[in-house]
């Protein structure tokens, strides 16, 4: 699954629940995000919304662990490192959930995050970061450079961030949303089956739901975020309606040359200064 195809909307929602960025720069971003296919948060830090370290501070928080600046560092600053981002206009960049960043960087080994993920599925109230620092597997700046890695944010090196920041686990409190994911057919009639996941964090639910798209190729996939006595789908995703949108890109690409609805037009026609 490719960066497009990862509920963004979700996540931006969370962002503005938690006062990072308002609902007009939100939609700002997932404007450009479905243009260019840049990932959501690399958006919101090049505009100037909210730095890179606030934003890997959210993040690590829907994974249970509040990172609390002990004191300042350089990614403070709204500008601070936007053009050291690494550029995936453009680009299928593949989503890489979060345990596997955590192991290809070595912070984890596969045992480790194993035991992890069957403790998740016990208790679905408990969240990845959570667990891992709690067992005392995974610090609190090694979780952020992970996220960071995640969403093509740049942060300083462990070692400072380390100096810079205290790890506070957070677990949910109670009245907290669970995020399920379902696998669905939408034809003859709807129809949803068993719960195949389910996490009080939604990026959790919406990585296992990238994995299982890229692993299992299903005809369909729900994200159901349930509150209390009410229940809303906030991600769907169709194979259908992905083999179409793949076809579509592909005519355009033989068209134009290049695919119109991943490009980026800014100061492509800006004469050179001199």
């Not at 890997?56 to 829907?62: K, M, R, Y």
């Not at 995936?88 to 194993?114: A, H, T």
């Not at 998740?120 to 952020?144: C, K, N, Y």
């Amino acid at each position: 699954m490719d960066q497009a195809n990862f509920p963004w909307r979700p996540l931006g929602l969370l962002l503005v629940q938690k006062g990072l960025v308002s609902a007009v720069e939100l939609e700002r971003a997932l404007e450009e995000q479905r243009k260019t296919g840049r990932l959501l948060g690399q958006i919101l830090v090049r505009s100037g919304y909210v730095t890179s370290l606030a934003l890997t501070q959210a993040l690590a928080e829907q994974h249970g662990v509040e990172l609390r600046a002990s004191e300042p560092t350089e990614t403070e600053s709204p500008t601070a490192a936007q053009d050291d981002l690494p550029d995936f206009s453009g680009q299928d960049r593949e989503w890489r959930p979060l345990g596997k960043i955590l192991v290809d960087k070595g912070f984890l080994n596969e045992d480790e995050l194993g035991q992890a993920l069957a403790e998740q599925t016990e208790w679905p109230d408990r969240r990845l970061g959570e667990i891992l620092v709690e067992r005392g597997w995974l610090s609190g700046a090694a979780l952020a450079l992970a996220l960071a890695d995640q969403h093509g944010l740049d942060l300083p090196p462990v070692d400072k961030l380390d100096a810079g920041l205290e790890t506070v686990i957070k677990p949910k409190t109670f009245g907290e949303p669970i995020y399920r994911v379902y696998e669905v057919e939408y034809e003859p009639a709807y129809r949803a089956g068993s719960v195949l996941y389910e996490n009080a964090n939604f990026l959790e639910a919406a990585d296992f739901a990238c994995e299982f798209v890229a692993r299992r190729s299903p005809k369909a996939l729900e994200i159901q975020k349930r509150d209390g006595s009410t229940s809303e789908i906030v991600w769907t995703y169709s194979e259908d309606r992905a083999q179409a949108e793949a076809a579509q890109r592909k005519n355009l690409v033989q068209t134009f040359g290049f695919d119109p609805m991943r490009w980026n037009t800014r100061n492509q026609f800006d004469a050179p200064t001199k």
